[in-house]
Each structure stands twice: as C-alpha cells, then as structure tokens.
C-alpha cells in the first residue's frame, strides 16, 4: 500500500517536509492555460468537513513542465501529475507534453465539481489519453456517477491503470444572512462526512475490477484508511485532513498498523477487499 497525498490538499514547495512523508507527491490538477480560479471565498469550514471552491487555479501545464516539475523532482519521490481539462483535447496535449518526463504517473482528474465547463465522458477521455502517453494513467472518477460498476468498466476498457476516488461531492453552505458562503454557491464538500461515500464508492469498484484503487474521502485516522483497504482500496490517499495536521502522515501509518493489529490482521495488506463477501475470487 502507497500512502498519497490527495490532489490539490499539499503544497509540496511550500511544505517539503510533509511531502517526502508521502510515498509519491500527488500535483495539483494542472490545466493548459493558467487559471486564476474562482473568486473568493473559495474555502468555508462546515461542522463534519470543509466546502471548496477552488477552481483549478495553476499555473498552466508550461510553467508547471518548465518550472514547478523540476522543483518537485529535487523532493526525492515518485511525481504523479493530475491533469485536468475542458475537452478532450485538452487532456490529450498536456499527455503528449509530460510524456517524455520523468513522472510516475498521470492522474486524469475527470471529476472537478467547481468548473462550470463538463469534460467529456471519462471513458473518451482516457481512450485519447491512453494514444498519447506510456505514462501509467489513473482516472479519478466522479463520486456522483449513478452506476460506479459501468463508469469502472468503460474507464478501465478504454487504457487506465488504475482509478483515484472519490473527489469531493458537491455541496451548499448558507452564512448568518443566509447568503452562500461561498462566492461562486455550491462547491465541493470533503472530509470526515465523506468517509462512508468513500468506502461505498470503493467497495462498488472493487466489485467491478482488479485495477489498482486510490483510495480518498474522509481519511483521517488510520482505521478509515484500514477500512478503505478493507472495501478494496489498493492505495490510500489523504486530502483534507492536511489543512489541520502536516503529521498526518506518519500519524495514519503508525495508526493504521495498530488497527490492524486490533482487527486480526498481521499487515495492513491482509486486509484487503475483506469486507466484500467474494474475497475469494478476488484473491484467484
Ligand atoms: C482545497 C481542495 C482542493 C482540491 N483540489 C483538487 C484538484 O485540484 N484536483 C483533484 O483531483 N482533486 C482536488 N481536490 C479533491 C481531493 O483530492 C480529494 O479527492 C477530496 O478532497 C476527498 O478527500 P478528503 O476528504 O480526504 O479531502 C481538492 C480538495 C480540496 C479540499
């Protein structure tokens, strides 16, 4: 099991240190042109987690191959790159680009709540991805997808490697004058309250593929990442829970070994899909 940083939640330059306690450094999604974002307020606390409304701000995928990457690479661990974007099109020349680097992986970011221009369907996307690069490809699929066992298979038919899940669900915060909190209105809610979304999302997957999982959505201790891994992540990744605590990290492993220890297990790892009643078939 690799422990990740949840795209957009870290930033690796301004926090080397909590990096490198990551397995891999997972990037901000990155866009083709630069993007500002949306205008604040872009974060609001609620009582069971957080409302964003980012809005893919970065600095364009030129700046980041030019001058954020080679920054990241002096960390000293694997780079996975998220990738985002408005077409098909889009995803495809950002592939093409990162295709002669060094990176680990790429993350297609196919599930961004707070922009309003809707990509394509995820399967096209990784299709025309999977031509451009060599690079392994995850998809981060959407969490609002009615059946999450078709939108696994169509990715997984159309190239990917792996899958990342869930991003943030889209959600409302209301101030004293009953205004948005928000400026943009809605935007995407994450932490704690997602944990049980999370494992249904996972769990769902893992029913449908053997693909590698990332694992995300409301982890903050290490018993929600055992049981992540007990629906079948293959991988888990922590978003949120680094704006309260950079020891999260070292926190969550040092946590998660206990509760496996307390669930039975000799490793975290035998716990795998365990709470799928066809572990069996999993296992052959
Ligand atoms: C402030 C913020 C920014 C985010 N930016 C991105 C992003 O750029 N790309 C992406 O794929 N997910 C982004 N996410 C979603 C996270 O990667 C993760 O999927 C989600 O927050 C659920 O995990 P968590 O509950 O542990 O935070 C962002 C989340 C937050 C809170």
């Known amino acids: 099991m690799l422990l990740l940083n949840a795209s957009g939640c870290l930033d690796a330059l301004t926090a080397p ?25 872009r974060i609001a606390e609620t ?15 030129n700046v980041f191959v030019n001058e954020t990457l080679p920054r990241l690479r002096e960390i000293g661990i694997p780079i996975w790159v998220s990738v985002g974007g408005f077409c098909i099109r889009d995803y495809v020349e950002t592939c093409e680009q990162l295709a002669g680097d060094d990176v680990a992986c790429v993350e297609l970011n ?11 369907s995820a399967a096209e996307i990784v299709a025309a991805c999977r031509v451009a690069t060599a690079n392994p490809l995850y998809a981060k699929v959407s969490p609002h997808s009615w059946d999450m066992a078709e939108t696994v298979r169509a990715v997984e038919a159309a190239g990917a490697d792996g899958l990342s ?18 400026a943009r209105g809605a ?40 049981e992540l891994i007990a629906c079948g992540a293959t991988h888990v990744a922590l978003g949120t829970v680094l704006f309260a605590d950079w020891n999260a990290p070292a926190r969550v492993r040092e946590e998660l070994v206990a509760e496996a220890t307390r669930a039975g297990f000799e490793h975290p790892d035998d716990a795998f899909g365990i709470s799928l009643d066809d572990v069996a078939r999993l296992a052959n």
């Not at 240190?17 to 307020?41: H, L, M, Y």
């Not at 980012?54 to 995928?61: D, S, T």
């Not at 961004?112 to 394509?120: G, I, K, L, T």
């Not at 494992?199 to 990442?225: F, H, N, Q």
């Open 187 to 226: 935007g995407g809610y994450s932490g704690p309250a997602l944990k049980p979304v999370a494992l249904a999302a996972v769990r769902a997957a893992r029913r449908a593929t053997a693909l590698p999982i990332v694992g995300m959505g409301g982890v903050y201790s290490g018993r929600d990442a055992l």
């Open 47 to 61: 009582d069971h987690g957080m409302l964003n409304a980012i809005g893919l701000a970065n600095p364009g995928r």
């Open 110 to 120: 196919l599930s961004c709540p707070n922009v309003d221009e809707a990509p394509e």
């Open 165 to 182: 899940m869930i991003n943030t669900l889209r959600g409302l915060a209301l101030d004293a004058q009953l205004r948005p909190t928000l």
């Open 17 to 41: 240190e909590v990096a490198s306690s990551f397995d891999a450094f997972v990037t901000k999604t990155i866009t083709p042109a630069a993007r500002i974002g949306n205008a604040p307020v």
